[in-house]
Nanobody
Framework: QVQLVESGGGLAQPGGSLRLSCAAS??????MGWYRQAPGKERELVAT???????NYADSVKGRFTISRDNDKNTVYLQMNSLKPGDTAIYYC?????????WGQGTQVTVSS
């Protein structure tokens, strides 16, 4: 059974940092990534990373967020620096196999002074 468990969300001040983790189990995953959904908005891509380490970022987070993964631990990370109020959202990790995409339950990130 596939499980994705996210952690690391919370409250940060503008300009601050948070690190999200997503531990996946139950399969071997190719691409893994992070998405976010703010109130009243659609879910959007934040960053993705392939099993080989190739990365892709939304323009809004380039230079501020860094995605990484540990294949031995089946874990993907999102280091978020220089946070802005506009980064406030529920952050979801996803993990892909050859046949489907799995989602975590989401973790709240709030950026506010």
């Amino acid at each position: 059974q596939v499980q994705l468990v996210e952690s690391g969300g919370g409250l940060a001040q503008p300009g601050g940092s948070l690190r999200l983790s997503c531990a996946a189990s139950g399969n071997i995953f190719s691409d893994m990534g992070w998405y976010r959904q703010a109130p009243g908005k659609e879910r959007e891509l934040v960053a993705t990373i392939s099993r080989g380490g190739s990365t892709n970022y939304a323009d809004s987070v380039k230079g501020r967020f860094t995605i990484s993964r540990d294949n031995d631990k089946n874990t993907v990370y999102l280091q978020m620096n220089s946070l802005k109020p506009g980064d406030t959202a529920i952050y979801y990790c996803d993990a892909k196999t050859s046949s489907r995409t799995y989602w975590g339950q989401g973790t709240q990130v709030t950026v506010s002074s």
